[in-house]
Structures are given as structure tokens and as C-alpha cells.
């Protein structure tokens, strides 16, 4: 379960961001994706026992680490630590950054409006939903315009996230993302790596 010390690898390119939830297939998926080109994976579950969630967390570490590839917990900085993982992330309802800090680890911060991105003082951001995504039902989408926000006035590392895949991936770039990250478009297609290739591609 150890981790392979990838703090900070983030800042330098880290581009295609993986979040991903319990499954049965999560190593292979894990190694099809990053194959493809995912640079840096999140487990996202809120519904496992905390017995359950360390065993999928491990197994997710096993995997990154074998690809040098950093791990992202979300919103649980004591189970990332006890895996080894490089990043905690949290919401805007979840811990403040400060306090997941406190656990050793650097913090990913959600934001969703151009006053949150301007306060944010985590290692970095996501910004969204740009798009209606069912992962997140109750959530306003953002559209592209806080993604020119961010762009001209993120201070800190910044992936564009909800709702992007293949087809709109494009736009999302042109209006100034170079980091994105994604759920359904790698985690629910066919093909995890040839998914993950085409958004790779249109990072430029």
C-alpha cells in the first residue's frame, strides 16, 4: 500500500484527470486508462464501509503506482493516508482545505463560481460542472465562460470538469483548459484506453 512520493508531480503535467468509483473491472479499467493516457486518478465513492472503500483504495494504488501515476482520494485525507495516496480532494462542504491539510497531504479543491476560484488555496482546483452531468444532478452547470475565468485568473492548477467527453472536448480547450478531467467518457465507454487516447489527443 505504500505510495511512490508523486507529490507535486501534478504541477508539472498532469492533464487528464480520471475520477472513478468502486467496480469490479477498477484495476483493469485503471490500467487501460492510463495506458491511454491518464496521468491522474481519483477515487470517488461515497457509499462503501470504510473496510471496503481501504481494500478499492489499495487496489487503486497498486495500480497507479506501478505507472507512476499520482492517486487522489476524495474527501477522506485518513484512508489517502493509510494508502499511500499523493492527493486528498474535497468539495466546498466537505472539509475546509486547511484542515485536510493537516493530515500531510496536498489538497484538490471543487470550485464553481469566479469568487470561489479567486479564494481557492488548495494545490489545485476543479472547476465546474462546465456540463449537465448526471454524476452530479443537483449541480447548476458552469458553461464555458467560468472556464475562461479560470483561464485568465486561476492561480493555481486548474482541470476543467463535468459533463466533457470526446465531442465537446474540443471547446472546452479552445476556451483556454489545458487540463481536463472526466468520468463517464473513459470510465463508461467500450473502450477505457482508446477513450482516454482521443482525449489525450485533444489536449493538443
Same mark, same amino acid.
Not at 150 to 171: M, S, T, V, Y
Given at each position: 500500500m505504500t505510495g511512490s512520493s508523486l507529490r507535486g508531480l501534478l504541477r508539472v503535467d498532469s492533464r487528464l484527470y480520471l475520477i472513478v468509483s468502486a467496480r469490479p473491472d477498477l484495476s483493469e479499467l485503471l490500467e487501460g486508462a492510463i495506458r491511454g493516457g491518464v496521468d491522474l486518478v481519483q477515487i470517488r465513492e461515497k457509499t462503501l464501509?470504510?473496510?471496503?472503500?481501504?481494500?478499492v483504495l489499495a487496489r487503486a494504488r497498486d495500480v497507479t503506482a506501478r505507472f507512476a501515476v499520482p492517486l487522489v482520494v476524495?474527501?477522506?485525507?485518513?484512508?489517502?493516508?493509510?494508502?499511500? /495516496?499523493?492527493?486528498?480532494?474535497? %468539495?466546498?462542504?466537505d472539509l475546509p482545505v486547511s484542515?485536510?491539510?493537516?493530515?500531510?497531504?496536498?489538497? %484538490?479543491?471543487?470550485?464553481?463560481?469566479? %469568487?470561489q476560484i479567486g479564494e481557492a488555496d488548495a494545490d489545485y482546483i476543479g472547476v465546474g460542472p462546465v456540463y449537465a452531468t448526471p454524476t452530479k444532478p443537483g449541480a447548476t452547470p458552469v458553461?464555458?465562460?467560468l472556464?475562461?475565468?479560470?483561464?485568465?485568473? /486561476?492561480?493555481?492548477?486548474?482541470?476543467?470538469? %463535468?459533463?466533457?467527453?470526446?465531442?465537446?472536448? /474540443?471547446?472546452v480547450v479552445a476556451a483556454g483548459a489545458e487540463r481536463i478531467a472526466v468520468i463517464r467518457a473513459i470510465a463508461g /465507454?467500450?473502450?477505457?484506453?482508446?477513450?482516454?487516447?482521443?482525449?489525450?489527443s485533444a489536449l493538443g
Open positions: 464501509p470504510d473496510r471496503e472503500l481501504l481494500d476524495n474527501d477522506r485525507p485518513d484512508l489517502a493516508v493509510l494508502v499511500g /495516496a499523493d492527493y486528498v480532494h474535497v %468539495g466546498q462542504d484542515a485536510a491539510r493537516r493530515f500531510g497531504l496536498p489538497v %484538490g479543491l471543487s470550485t464553481h463560481s469566479p %469568487g458553461g464555458l465562460e472556464v475562461r475565468h479560470a483561464a485568465q485568473h /486561476a492561480k493555481r492548477p486548474w482541470f476543467a470538469l %463535468g459533463g466533457i467527453d470526446a465531442g465537446n472536448a /474540443a471547446e /465507454a467500450a473502450d477505457p484506453e482508446r477513450a482516454a487516447r482521443t482525449l489525450r
